[in-house]
């Protein structure tokens, strides 16, 4: 992998000194208009790594008149719609991805954090932090079925599609589970602190959830709904959003104070390694295909690390975005990476999507 990176980067160094040019290295980049379809940013890469890879803005989708944070993103694959938490305009966005435009707004939410979208059923699970409900809606009308009172902050929302189970992070420590075709409560898996991400073992039954409070990782058995046991964070604290690589068997946890990612090996808990990433992370995905982890962060990068074995990982590039945009959504089915970009003065909210290369490992 790393040979195949040094190539790539020097034929294109040989490129630019042939035609007298210097590498352009940004700092930072101003938003972008919003406009259907935009060139590039800028891309800051390390030496000895390619130019033009790995994350190609291609699409700006506007969200005109929506104020506010925005909090996470789900999608409808075959659908072709991403589905985006307004949460300061207390509102989920709908996006049809084949037209780049939105087609539709769902209003009067009370600052929607979560969402999910289960296929089978075509309905939509957005979880409300102000009023800790988990809001279920026909994916067709939009009209609501039916609102579940869960408990304070209820968060980020899981779609378990073996078990055909919703999970939902809430409260001081909670992961609730729902039945998706009823809205039915089936329990409570007990945690030590208010539940950031999580993420499903797609091999197994565990299900890893980061507890920023308590300053470790939960291992969940989901066949039980019990806590098996918790990893501790190492020299790190504020551990917000997850990535889980299931064939190699590592989990990806990026972490605020100091800002880094952590590398845990999920067979025996322990810390492989870590890497320094931007501040304030709240979204981080693993590109099986490509080896490679990307991370949204509110500093206004998203940063991108190399997987160079299970144990060895190196940045390979910042791509500038906008300062506060730092929820974004990869669907590997798609080839895309969504960046939910919120209004700032004129600036309309937005989402970025941005391809990823067709080849692979």
């Not at 979204?283 to 509110?298: K, P, R, T």
Request: charged content about 20%; glycine content about 8%.
């Amino acid at each position: 992998m790393m040979r195949r990176w040094s190539v790539i980067w020097l034929v294109a160094t040989l490129m630019l000194v042939a035609c007298g040019k210097k590498e352009q290295v940004y700092s930072q980049t101003t938003p972008l208009p919003a406009a259907p379809v935009t060139q590039p940013h800028e891309v800051s890469v390390s030496k000895g790594q390619p130019h033009s890879l790995p994350l190609r803005l291609v699409q700006t989708i506007p969200l005109l008149d929506v104020e506010g944070r925005i909090d996470h993103l789900a999608v409808d694959v075959q659908g072709q719609r991403l589905f985006v938490a307004a949460l300061g305009n207390n509102s989920l966005e709908v996006v049809d991805l084949r037209a780049g435009q939105r087609v539709h707004s769902i209003p009067n939410l009370q600052e929607p954090q979560g969402v999910a979208f289960v296929p089978s059923l075509n309905r939509i699970f957005v979880a409300n932090g102000q009023s800790g409900t988990c809001d279920i809606f026909d994916g067709k009308s939009f009209n609501l079925i039916k609102g579940v009172k869960l408990g304070d902050d209820a968060d980020n929302v899981r779609y378990d599609s073996t078990a055909k189970r919703i999970y939902v992070g809430y409260g001081d420590g909670a992961l609730d589970i729902l039945n998706p075709a009823t809205g039915e409560r089936l329990g409570d898996i007990k945690l030590d602190g208010h539940p950031e991400s999580f993420q499903l073992e797609k091999s197994g039954s565990r299900l890893f959830v980061n507890v920023p409070g308590a300053d470790h990782i939960a291992i969940i058995d989901r066949a039980k709904a019990t806590r098996i046991t918790t990893w501790p964070l190492v020299n790190a604290r504020s551990n917000f959003p997850m990535a889980l690589d299931g064939t190699h068997h590592r989990l990806f946890i990026g972490c605020r104070n100091p800002a880094q990612m952590l590398v845990y090996d999920t067979v025996s808990g322990k810390l492989v390694t870590r890497a320094k990433i931007d501040g304030d992370t709240d979204d981080i995905f693993y590109d099986a295909a490509h080896q490679l982890i990307y991370a949204a962060c509110d500093e206004g990068f998203i940063d991108v690390i190399e997987q160079v074995d299970a144990d060895h990982y190196h940045p390979i590039a910042r791509i500038a975005t906008v300062t506060g945009a730092r929820t974004a959504l990869f669907v590997p089915e798609l080839r895309r990476l969504y960046l939910a970009v919120r209004r700032q003065g004129q600036q309309q909210a937005a989402v970025y999507a941005y391809a990823v290369p067709e080849s692979g490992h």
